[in-house]
Nanobody, 117 residues
């Protein structure tokens, strides 16, 4: 079992910045992949950013150049740095990890990000 706890969501004005953090209950070296997804009202959950164990990153086209995914090995966290936020970035953001070998998926509880003036 893996517990994931997200933090850092909130209300921000357009053009502002937020950093989301996801703390894992065990070493992030046990994960083949770590990522952030989001789900806006009435829409399907979508990939925002993903990092595989080797460090390769993938971003949704809509966030490229604005969002950056990073990890802190010492704190067992995966972070999402969001800049130049737009109203269309409003959603519940979920942390996701895939465990090495078993490929089990784990999700955090989600954190709300609202971009509005």
């Amino acid at each position: 079992q893996v517990q994931l706890v997200e933090s850092g969501g909130g209300l921000v004005q357009p053009g502002g910045s937020l950093t989301l953090s996801c703390a894992a209950s065990r070493s992030i070296f046990s994960f083949a992949a770590m990522g952030w997804y989001r789900q806006a009202p009435g829409k399907k959950r979508e990939l925002v950013a993903r990092m595989i164990s080797g460090g390769t990153t993938t971003y949704a086209d809509s966030v490229k150049g604005r969002f950056t995914i990073s990890r802190d090995n010492a704190k067992n966290t995966v972070n999402l740095h969001m800049n130049s936020l737009k109203p269309e970035d409003t959603a519940v953001y979920y942390c996701n990890v895939v465990v090495v070998l078993t490929h089990e998926n784990y999700w955090g509880q989600g954190t709300q990000v609202t971009v509005s003036s």
